[in-house]
């Protein structure tokens, strides 16, 4: 009898390990989704808009973007976190993954934990210090000479508590005693449209936004966050130049699936990604968003966002706001 029983036991695994290398082997064979926790027109969107035609046309399936904005992020990376780990259900974000629990004590997702690390598939080369024409402040000492004159008058959007919009403005602020006022919106797009409107006075923005506003001269750069200039803005000094030393924060852009996901299922789908990002088309589409490809591997995307969040926290606690202990 109990041999019988193990025999039927191990045929049930036997059989279970087939079907999941069978489904392994076909994937995908029914359309794939990715979640993007911000609303559409924001940097991720314009990031995972630029190689997703290559992405379909290498796996074979149709991939839908599903924006699922809210609470800064957290209500789509959430969602993800709960889906089965099949490869059906992607999260494509920002550094904002692993900034924004330290940020929110209500963060309802652990960004390493809930999570299998894919591909760091793209970086800016960093956020743009975006005013309104209207500002009078033609650099960045000058706009904070200005704030300091008029403590509490000068406003800053903040697409989100842990964003790369909130966490520069936060620590600008602390490094320079400057009083600014957050300023909150659901994204980066509505943000822009009131700062281009005059109703807030600066911002810090992806380059791949910032650059069109500025060419057309509705926004005036003041600097990049970044540790060098950028070929795109090449008038634009950094931070640090100006400065602000040790102001050297990038944006970046990830994928994940939900925790547990087949390495075989991670592999397959990094190489997609890894192809997408090399491809010319897609190349040339970065370059003019200040963007750079980078199709780093799954395990040392899984290193490089662990440290990633360290760094979150540390800033958090830097800034005093509202970090975890």
């Known amino acids: 009898m109990l041999n019988r029983r193990l025999l039927l036991t191990g045929a049930i695994a036997l059989a279970c390990g087939l079907a999941h290398a069978q489904s392994t082997r076909d994937f995908p064979n029914k ?7 911000s ?5 991720p969107d314009l990031v995972l808009r630029a190689i997703l035609p290559k992405l ?16 800064g992020g957290m209500v789509g990376t959430a969602f993800v976190a709960k889906q089965p780990a099949d490869g059906y259900t992607w999260l494509f974000t920002t550094a904002s993954h692993v900034n924004i629990p330290p940020f ?19 970086q800016n080369f960093g956020q743009a210090l975006v005013v309104n024409p209207e500002v009078p402040a033609k650099n960045v000492q000058e706009l904070i000479a200005l704030a300091k004159k008029n403590p509490g008058k000068l406003t800053y959007g903040n697409a989100g508590n842990g964003t790369a919009s909130h966490i520069p403005a936060e620590v600008m602020k602390a490094m320079t ?18 700062l281009i409107a005059g109703r807030i006075d600066m911002f810090f923005v992806g380059t791949q936004i ?29 931070l640090d130049e100006q400065g602000l030393k040790g102001f050297d924060k990038v944006n970046w852009f990830g ?8 390495p075989e299922l991670v592999q397959k789908i990094h190489a997609a990604v890894a192809a997408a990002v090399a491809d010319p088309e897609v190349r040339q589409q970065f370059e003019q968003q200040g963007l750079e490809g980078v199709a780093m591997p799954p395990r040392e995307f899984a290193a490089f966002v662990a440290a990633e969040q360290k760094s979150a926290l540390e800033i958090a606690h830097r800034i005093n706001a509202g970090a975890k202990k």
């Not at 609303?39 to 940097?43: I, K, R, T, V």
């Not at 069109?212 to 795109?232: D, I, M, N, Y």
């Open 104 to 122: 929110n004590e209500n963060a309802n997702y652990d960004p390493i934990k809930d999570f299998t690390h894919v591909t760091l598939a793209a």
């Open 31 to 37: 359309p794939i989704k990715v979640v993007v926790p």
């Open 56 to 71: 379909s046309a290498m796996l074979g399936q149709p991939i839908i973007i599903d924006n699922r904005a809210g609470a």
């Open 255 to 262: 994928l994940w699936l939900p925790a547990g996901a087949a």
């Open 210 to 238: 910032a650059l069109q506003h500025v060419q057309s001269g509705k926004l005036r750069a003041l600097g990049l966050t970044g540790s060098k200039r950028w070929k795109g803005m090449p008038g634009v000094p950094t």
């Open 177 to 194: 005693g400057a009083d600014i006022l957050s300023i909150p919106y659901k994204g980066v797009a509505e943000a822009t449209t009131d």
């Open 39 to 43: 609303p559409a027109g924001g940097p």
